[in-house]
């Protein structure tokens, strides 16, 4: 029997590679895996291999809106912190409407790309989780830069530190279930477009 | 305006300059790894071509599989002379950058 990689890395190696491409690029890794990594590593070796290039996979297609998702992020918690107001509403309603804009394309963008439906959740799941790490990496920057009496005012003032740094971790589901539903949108607009 | 590469770039289109009718995925990551001396991620080499695809700088073509990719098909890659204008506008470039120095640079540091 041939030595076969782990199938949950094929199944979400599907899902973020195009629809066009996905048979010849499996095939590359699954060549690869077969004729020097396997017989060179080991099984244990081979499949750590594997789930390293899906990742690899995972992270060029997520990155970008993970990075615009975590600017957001950070440029909203500057502006909170350094320019302090009464009334959040309309930074909340401005903020939230372009995060979920971002989280909703990233899904769409993934979703058209492998013509699957799932991949927007998986999309959504991936940039939340870049863009956690990123944000939480900058609010410490922010606040090793600005951390004065008066700018510690307007941190109490905005939700309090905990909440910046937790934040972005709290989004991750509903960023996976906003994602998911530009996935549902992407994935039957290319179903449409390719004729059903 | 001439294509800008990417250091990159230009391995991956040499690659498939050396390779001639064999350059599918897998041995695009060979050739470059044999030559960088260590190893590269697929997914760099895919995310690559796929950009020099939609620049034009090279083209692709379904092949077949074999038993050892489970019969899923290899994809060829054939530089068009976008690519070829490219790769000699690069390297006229780092010729031009060293012209008058002498190779190896003998260090002060």
Known sequence: MKPAPPPWGEALLRLFVSLDTFASVSGDLLEQYRDSIHPARGPRGADKWYRTQVLGFVWRGSRLWAALFAGAFVARTTLDWLRPTTDFLMRSEVSTALAAGILLAAGFWTAWRSGSFAAGAAAGLATTVIAAVLSIGGTTVLLAIWHDPHTMTSIRGSGGLEEALMLPVWLVLPGMAIAGVGGLVGAATERLARGG | ?109
Request: charged share 30%.
């Open chain 2, 1 to 109: 305006m001439a294509e800008v590469l990417g250091t990159f770039e230009q391995a991956v289109l040499l690659a498939i300059l050396r390779l001639a009718d064999r350059a599918y995925g897998r041995e695009v990551v060979r050739e470059i790894e044999t030559r960088l001396g260590r190893e590269v991620a697929a997914g760099a080499v895919h995310a690559t071509l796929e950009r020099l695809e939609n620049k034009g700088l090279v083209t692709s073509k379904l092949g077949s599989g074999t038993p050892i990719r489970a019969g899923r098909p290899r994809r060829y890659y054939r530089l068009e002379p976008a690519g070829v204008s490219a790769l000699n506008d690069a390297r006229a470039a780092v010729d031009e950058l060293w012209r008058g120095l002498r190779w190896p640079l003998k260090g002060h540091a």
